[in-house]
């Protein structure tokens, strides 16, 4: 496929920051010309191990200088492609040309390939990821995060008068996951629990103290991290709803370096006491998994959780998962140290940590091949591009992890997937 022309434009994310949508027009052997588009998501709660994100601006300049290197030439795959981009940014973390500029055009060049061959997004991934499942027998759930803390919140500064609260939950993600095998099904439940937690949460503490966080989670003046899941697992059980509970701690963010330890509700708590913390969670409440729940640089505190928690003893179908994000950055020789040091037993899959499709697939198979699960994400700062969706259907993933079901940048995803659901449910 040859790219004919290639522009960058500066977007709004959802947090109103500025972003990457890349345009290409570009073309197969004596076929139409196709048109495709790809725009890149911003973290917040960000590993130390990403790859480079640049300035916007800077990265507009940066493609003019670079777009003559790769029109023209007959690319024969993706991997070609993001090869070329990889070699002319020449650097360890993508530093000189950005991940960001490199992912969007990562990413607008998978949506011409497919688009040019008229085949579904998702089709082209799940060949490129060479997934051999049937799409439907075992499609990705939604993971919704329906209560945010961490990073992810601001608190106002009357509740520190009114409540005594200053700050947001510790615990960055709350999460429901639908245990139904039908997607629309597990969609619906997910909806309708999103909707009836915001109103238990209005009688509880007032609709003028519902707000919401940056994945369109509920943000309200909880007193505990127990506090919000006791409210979710009640609610749960009341209704009989087919749901599990999911964290994300993103332990990072409240960790000290310089003692190895972690403020937790304003007490400090050695690795082995947050351990002890974690498990007392999963005996209490129907918690499935728990992603990131030691800082950055733990691999040893998180095999030693994982290992408590039995997870290394059971099989892949294992029905609770430690989840390296921060760990592992969806870098190839992270994971590689996370799985020998047997560090989890999920890996959560960011496009822009990495900065390339194919390096992202190489991570997919690498997590596969070593039994390891695969929940792909969205960014706390998102576009309306619904690209993980077809990655996590594609790729066969465990979970598509795309916020609450709240605001349309999140919505964009889960929409998709109902439709790839639908589309590989067609019954003639
Ligand atoms: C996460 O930590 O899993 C997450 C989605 O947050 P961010 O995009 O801020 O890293
Ligand atoms: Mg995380």
């Known amino acids: 496929m040859q790219i004919i022309d290639g522009q960058i434009k500066i977007i709004k994310d959802s947090r ?48 003019s200088e670079i777009k003559n290197n790769f029109l023209k030439i007959n690319f024969r795959d993706q991997r070609e492609f993001d090869s070329l ?22 990413l607008a060049f998978a949506r011409a390939w497919s688009k040019s061959r008229g085949i579904e997004l998702y089709r082209y991934l799940k060949d490129l990821s060479d997934n051999q499942k049937k799409l439907f027998e075992d499609f990705p759930r939604p993971l ?43 969609l619906s439940v997910g909806q309708e629990f999103y909707k009836k937690l915001g109103k238990e949460l209005s009688k509880i503490y007032d609709k003028e103290n519902v707000l919401l966080g940056d994945e369109a989670g509920y943000v309200c003046p909880f007193k505990t991290n127990e506090e919000a899941l006791e409210i979710m697992q009640e609610l749960i059980n009341r209704h009989l709803y087919p749901l599990k ?56 505190d998180f095999h030693r959780l994982s290992d408590e928690l039995l997870i290394q003893k ?24 996370a799985i020998e040091k047997k560090s989890g037993n999920a890996i959560l899959i960011k496009l822009n940590q990495i900065g390339t499709l194919s390096e992202t697939i190489d991570v997919i198979k690498m997590a596969r091949e070593n039994n390891w699960q695969q929940v792909v994400s969205h960014r706390s700062g998102e576009t309306m591009d619904s690209f993980i969706a077809d990655l996590a259907a594609g790729s066969g993933a465990w979970g598509l992890k795309s916020g609450a079901p709240g605001k349309p940048e999140r919505m964009a995803k889960y929409s998709r997937m109902l439709e790839i659901w639908k589309k590989e449910n067609v019954v003639f």
Do not use: C
């Open 16 to 63: 109103g920051n500025n972003t990457l949508e890349a345009h290409l027009l570009a073309k197969e052997g004596d076929g139409k010309n196709v048109v495709a588009l790809a725009s890149v998501p911003a973290g917040k709660s960000t590993g130390a191990h990403e790859a480079f994100v640049l300035d916007p601006k800077k990265a507009f300049d940066k493609f």
């Open 144 to 186: 919704f995060n329906v209560v945010n803390g961490g990073a992810h919140v601001e608190i106002p500064q009357s509740w520190d008068k009114k409540f005594g609260i200053k700050k947001g939950l510790d615990l960055q993600e709350f999460q429901v996951i639908p245990t139904v095998k039908d997607f629309g099904i597990g």
């Open 245 to 300: 509970i999911g964290l994300d701690a993103a332990a990072s963010q409240f960790y000290s370096k310089e003692n190895d330890l972690y403020t937790i509700e304003k007490s400090q708590m050695t690795p082995e006491e947050i351990s002890v913390f974690y498990s007392d969670l999963f005996d209490r409440y129907e918690l499935i998994s728990l992603e990131d729940p030691f800082d950055e640089e733990s691999f040893d």
């Open 85 to 106: 981009l990889i070699a002319l940014d020449g650097t360890q973390n993508k530093s000189n040309l950005g991940a960001n500029l490199i992912l969007s055009l990562s």
């Open 314 to 337: 059971t099989s892949n179908q294992s029905k609770k998962l430690i989840i390296t994000d921060d760990l592992t950055t969806t870098n190839p020789q992270r994971l590689k140290e």
